[in-house]
């Protein structure tokens, strides 16, 4: 059963940072893919970064380039998203996701997702 734990969400000035965690179990991911997505109420689940588990080539979306990194560690099994200068339109709940393969842009094409964990980005 894989599970993915995200943590590090919180309030935010706009401009700061924060790093989200997300601890992967119950497999080896060796052949998986890694994303996080954001969504507001209301609106689709949307792309940010993804990341292949084996290999680290990596995907962020444009909104979030220059801005955001995706990593990860294979020894804590836990992917990682850098968040820096961040805006009041960064505001969202954080997703952690997995699949098989590739990485992929839609949120549908994922196996696996975390519960979520809410930033917060005030102005």
């Known amino acids: 059963q894989v599970q993915l734990v995200e943590s590090g969400g919180g309030l935010v000035q706009a401009g700061g940072s924060l790093r989200l965690s997300c601890a992967a179990s119950?497999?080896?991911?060796?052949?998986?893919?890694m994303g996080w997505f954001r969504q507001v109420l209301g609106q689709e689940r949307e792309l940010v970064a993804a990341?292949?588990?084996?290999?680290?080539?990596?995907y962020h979306a444009d909104f979030v380039k220059g801005r955001f990194t995706i990593s990860k560690d294979n020894a804590k099994n836990t992917l990682y998203l850098q968040m820096n200068s961040l805006k009041p339109e960064d505001t969202a709940v954080y997703y952690c996701a997995a699949r098989s393969g590739v990485g992929a842009l839609r949120s549908i094409q994922y196996d696996y997702w975390g519960q979520g964990t809410q930033i917060t980005v005030s102005s």
């Open positions: 990341i292949r588990w084996s290999g680290g080539s990596t």
């Open positions: 119950g497999r080896t991911f060796r052949s998986y893919s």
